[in-house]
């Protein structure tokens, strides 16, 4: 694998672990929505990443549609997601959902 | 498929049947209820009676298997074994549905009641029809379900605890018979109960074997009541008298007691058994349980616990007679499966009428009641005597049998344990007959029914009466062609080959 | 039979869909449409079994494109089996809803009957994908019409459960497509068939076991990553909750087992499959101790759901050794067993709060006379759960524990014995109190709808039934691919 293509694949990586982190450690819902999004980048970066077969060469077509199917599984993901956030909001006036009242 | 192949199902299902449509009742079907559950019992004696004849001869023809998975089969086969545990349960099974119905009469809930008798009943056939240890543990288990509801029944804060009591003996005995079951399936395929023991081909895997056989007694044990796993027997007693009656002399404890039988004769068999040093533990704890049980018994003024400990006691009969490793013991303790049972079933028969008809539910309470109910505590009296070992009751054919197999086996110490035995049946029994005959009533009856002519309900009365008469019959008449004691001997013949 | 295998596949994938999109459009007639198409699909489902046990496994090539551009389905015996099961249970829930979401309650209902029919949908494409991306889309499909109806509620809790629910889900969703991403990279190949051939162990097939075990775990709610669960499961419309133990959370089981057993199987001898196993273990002590503590009763059968699913892992070590189809046989009767029992225990939960409004366990004192069948059916749930004979449970516990003995996994011997205890005093927990005597009426007793009612103890029977279905289900399983390579594309 080429250089530049090795350089995407880390920068998805650390991209996804990034995102892992901020949808754990930060209790609001937007962060985590947010997090959700940058996890799913770093995942389309690395399929990029492979798709590169060295300058010059034709690319490989299956990872940028799996790329693509990836980008409208996310966007629905991230409506729900948001749809569901501002329901939590309007019922409990925080856009947070904390471990506390996990036994209910 | 032929006629007699369905014949097993047949018997498991003439109570499964009515049991399941005794649940769609309502109360005030009571005709309809009584109607329905003594036919089911008379069309289940006519179906014994065919088979009696044919496994006499030795037919093969009564099996009936239906596939689980590969390799497991669900088999249904009735050998002279079963026979003799089906006449009994199916016997004392009509007796105690009169006794019930009698005694139920201003219960609640009798329709879930008559139901889940009916059920027990079924299981107990599918028990004593089973013809391989998976049927055995399938019915076993399924006899354990259908019992909770009946302990449970009046649905007091002693009932439910009697009966988390139980249930938490017999699930962990299902466990530990479930794994024994398993585990021997493994290492010798699917084991069908055989003459003699199927176990040849597996014979020198002795620690399994005897691991397997430990987990066995224990998951067995649990309902046989052997010490230490008799625990929940006593609690149980806050059932219904029909519940302890049937529990005790019919269905649960014998079916723990049956189960050691076919376990130690028809899976392992009884040379394999003494081969593993398996009989001799076995022998002691027998030993150990019917002296236990019998000094407990002397300690209980609640009647029914007295009879519970008592119950404790004399089942272990049964498995000391197949600890010793001998034919004559053997006999000795089959003859006792059935002389316990119909003894025992009066004794609780009467138990259940005096607390019935006069509100007495302990033995400090029972001055003069032979002057009040005659006929029912005579029927007690002859229950009694037989379990002491007095001639001509049966109980004295069987322990004759038990003793003369100890010496026969070199077991001289077990007579030892037997007379002890009976001085101990004595100290907790000739008080109580001392008692209802010879001493005077101190002070009213707690809760008197008055009914007329009979000294209590005819249904009440008859089922004791009836039973103790064949305590003495199946005494006097120990000897006679086709009696239960040819019957006990095909069987033993059968199984030590003689 | 009348079409061919491939016929049927699609079918059974292209008439819940399409349903679920009518049903959106029309959501006057949701009720019909849900209901007409469930008994299609149920019927779709028999005629692919059928034509799969004449035919043999089937692969059917979509549009023509073969593999590795084109999206292959599969069509095996375990495959059928997940089918079966999600129709049965389908069915059941489907007759159950018509009776729970009530005429008056017209905007629940229009939406439950296109949410369900997705999810269903999503269910049988995912039973039959072929290969690891096309999983991914079916499962995120799933996730989120999950999601949806555990929201569809509108209860606080509810809807905040579905919230940690989606966000769980999704982090899961992302790594199992990164791991995808990892085995893409290291082999070449998206179709299972294919990488079957072409794994071998190196780092990108370690990369990608980590990263799609783990987003499969925290999907299926295995030990330590259960904790989104219960307050999901429990706070859930009854039939909701039913669909999600019973099936939504086996669908991620389901693409491990395709997984372990197709294409990471070359790190069998790794400590992976052990520490599932043990995992599994964990679960089941966890998930029955916590279920005996619970007050609510959905929440004990939410916990029991986290117990039942650890069992599912114990034998993952063993169906990487030789004696796969006997392991196999017995993991599966476990899903399929579970699945009825546990949907009968959520269904009869809901009609014990249809009726008396309260579910707390203390107040089910002496429901068995006000509630007979409906205690009947949890009854006989709970003795599947328990695995006592004759049930599904008892055959699926009976072939666990002769694997385990076989493999002399003593622990797992015994883990398996106490579970059954543990779940035995759970079960009684609720069942105890039923049968005594109460003091005073119950003051607020609704009739339950018969539809509710029937449906509950229907399935609490076929969990029964199962017990006596072994041999037909281990046959089913035994169909498998003769050849597995795919030709064309």
């Known amino acids: 694998m080429t250089e530049t293509a090795l350089l995407y694949m880390v920068v998805g990586v650390v991209l996804f672990g990034m995102g892992l982190f901020a949808l754990v450690a930060y209790p609001h819902l937007l962060r985590k929505i947010l997090a959700m999004n940058v996890m799913g980048t770093g995942t389309f970066m690395v399929f990029i990443a492979i798709a590169h077969n060295g300058d010059n060469q034709p690319i490989d077509p299956i990872p940028h549609a799996l790329v693509i199917t990836g980008i409208v599984v996310a966007v629905c993901s991230t409506g729900l997601a948001l749809a569901l956030a501002s329901q939590v909001q309007a019922l409990t006036g925080q856009p947070r959902i904390d471990g506390s009242e996990r036994e209910e | 498929m032929s006629w007699e192949s369905l014949l097993p199902l047949a018997i498991v299902l003439s109570s499964f049947i009515p049991g399941v449509m005794i649940f769609f009742f309502s ?185 397997i056989f430990f987990l066995f007694i224990v998951g067995l044990g649990v309902k046989a009541a052997l010490f230490p796993m008799h625990g929940w027997l006593p609690r149980a007693m806050v059932a219904p008298a029909p519940v302890s009656a049937l529990l005790h002399a019919v269905a649960v404890v014998k079916a723990g007691a049956f189960g050691i039988v076919r376990v130690v004769n028809d899976v392992f068999g009884v040379t394999l058994a003494q081969d593993l040093n398996l009989l001799q533990p076995l022998l002691v704890m027998a030993c150990i349980t019917v002296l236990v049980g019998s000094m407990f018994a002397i300690f209980q003024d609640d009647l029914k616990k007295r009879l519970a400990y008592s119950t404790v006691s004399q089942v272990s009969y049964v498995v000391m007679g197949v600890a010793l490793f001998g034919p004559i013991g053997a006999t000795g303790g089959l003859l006792h499966l059935v002389h316990q049972g119909v003894m025992k079933i009066t004794l609780f028969f009467g138990a259940g009428s005096f607390a019935e008809t006069l509100g007495i539910y302990r033995v400090s309470q029972m001055n003069g009641i032979g002057k009040r109910m005659p006929l029912t505590m005579g029927a007690f009296t002859i229950g009694a005597l037989g379990m002491i070992g007095v001639p001509p009751v049966a109980g004295f054919i069987s322990k004759w049998y038990l003793g003369t197999g100890a010496l026969d086996a070199n077991m001289d110490w077990v007579i030892g344990v037997l007379m002890l035995s009976s001085l101990l049946n004595a100290m907790y029994f000739l008080p109580i007959l001392y008692r209802a005959w010879f001493m005077t009533q101190q002070e009213a009856w707690p809760h008197e029914h008055d009914f007329g002519r009979f000294e209590t309900h005819w249904m009440l009365l008859t089922p004791p009466v009836v039973t103790a008469v064949f305590s003495i019959l199946l005494g006097l008449f120990a000897s006679l062609p086709y009696g239960l004691l040819d019957w006990v001997e095909l069987i033993i013949s059968r199984e030590y080959l003689l | 039979m009348i079409f061919d295998t491939t016929v049927w596949m699609s079918l059974v994938i292209l008439l819940p869909l399409a349903a679920a999109i009518t049903a959106f459009l029309l959501p006057r007639h949701a009720l019909a449409i849900g209901l007409t198409s469930s008994g299609l699909i149920v019927l779709s489902v028999i005629a692919l079994t059928i034509s799969l046990v004449d035919g043999g496994a089937a692969r059917d090539q979509m549009g023509g494109w073969g593999a590795p551009l084109g999206i292959d389905l599969v069509a095996d015996g375990l495959s059928a089996v997940m089918l079966l099961m999600t129709a049965a249970v389908g069915l059941a829930i489907t007759i159950y809803a018509k009776g729970y979401f009530p005429a008056r309650d017209a905007h629940k209902r229009a939406f439950f009957w296109p949410l369900w029919l997705f999810l269903w949908g999503s269910l049988n494409a995912l039973f039959l994908s072929g290969d690891i991306f096309n999983l991914f889309v079916t499962l995120e499909l799933l996730g989120l019409s999950a999601v949806a109806l555990t929201a569809l509620v509108g209860k606080p809790t509810a809807v905040r459960a579905a919230m940690r629910y989606l966000l769980v889900g999704l982090a899961g969703s992302m790594m199992y497509l990164l791991g995808v991403a990892f085995v893409y990279a290291g082999y070449g190949a998206l179709d299972i068939a294919q990488l079957r051939m072409l794994v071998a162990d190196g780092p990108p097939l370690y990369a990608a076991a980590t990263l799609m075990t783990v987003g499969l775990m925290m999907k299926g709610a295995l030990f330590p990553l259960h904790f989104w669960l219960p307050p999901a499961h429990a706070n859930a419309a009854a039939p909701v909750s039913a669909l999600l133990s019973a099936l939504v959370v086996k669908a991620p089981f389901y693409i491990m087992l395709r997984l372990w057993m ?113 205690v009947t059916t949890f009854a006989l749930a709970g003795l599947s759960l328990v695995a006592l004979p004759p049930s599904g449970g008892f055959i699926a516990k009976w072939l666990l524990l002769d694997r385990a003995l076989a493999n002399g996994d003593w622990w797992l011997v015994v883990v398996i014995i106490a579970g059954g205890l543990l779940a035995a005093g759970y079960v009684m927990r609720v069942l105890g109190p039923t049968f005594r005597e109460r003091e005073t009426k119950p003051t607020n007793a609704r009739a339950v709808p018969r539809s509710m009612a029937l449906s509950a103890f229907g399935l609490s029977v076929l969990a029964i039934i199962l017990g006596f279905m072994g041999v037909y289900l281990l046959d089913l399983l035994a169909i498998e691919p003769v050849s597995m390579m795919v030709g064309g594309g």
């Open chain 2, 27 to 211: 109360e005030k079907q009571a005709g309809l209820r009584t109607g329905l559950n003594i036919a089911a019992a008379l069309v289940k004696l006519v179906l014994v009676a065919i088979l009696i004849n044919g496994v006499w001869r030795g037919d093969t023809l009564y099996e009936l298997r239906v596939s689980l998975l590969p390799g497991l089969d669900l088999a249904l086969r009735a050998d002279a074994l079963s026979l003799l545990f089906i006449i009994l349960s199916a016997t004392l099974w009509l007796v105690t549905t009169v006794y019930a119905i009698g005694y139920m009469e201003h219960s609640k809930n009798r329709s879930q009641f008559f139901g889940f008798f009916s059920l027990c009943v079924s299981s107990t056939m599918g028990i004593a029809l089973a013809g391989n240890l998976l049927t055995f543990l399938i019915f076993y288990e399924m006899l354990t379900i259908f019992t909770y509801p009946l302990v449970v029944h009046n649905g007091t804060d002693k009932a439910m605890g009697g009966g988390r009591v139980y249930l938490m003996y017999t699930i962990t005995g299902g466990a530990a018979l479930l794994l024994g079951v398993v585990w021997l399936y493994m290492l010798a395929g699917q084991v069908e109960f055989t003459d003699g023991g199927a176990l040849a081909s597996v014979a020198h895997h002795t620690t399994p074997l005897t691991i």
């Open chain 3, 262 to 374: 197709d294409v990471l199987y070359p790190l069998a001898d790794t400590a992976a499959p052990q520490v599932l196993s043990a995992l599994g273990i964990a679960a089941i002590l966890w998930g029955s101790i916590q279920a005996l503590r619970q007050p609510k009763f959905k929440l004990l059968v939410a916990y029991s759901t986290v117990a039942q699913l650890g069992y599912l892992f114990l034998l993952i070590p063993a169906l990487l050794a030789d004696s796969r189809p006997q392991v196999l046989g017995a993991i599966v009767s476990f899903m399929v067993a579970h699945a009825a029992a546990k949907a009968a225990a959520f269904l009869s939960a809901g009609n014990i709060l249809h009726a008396t409004g309260d579910e707390q366990i203390a107040s089910f004192t002496g429901l068995l006379r006000t509630l007979p069948l409906t």
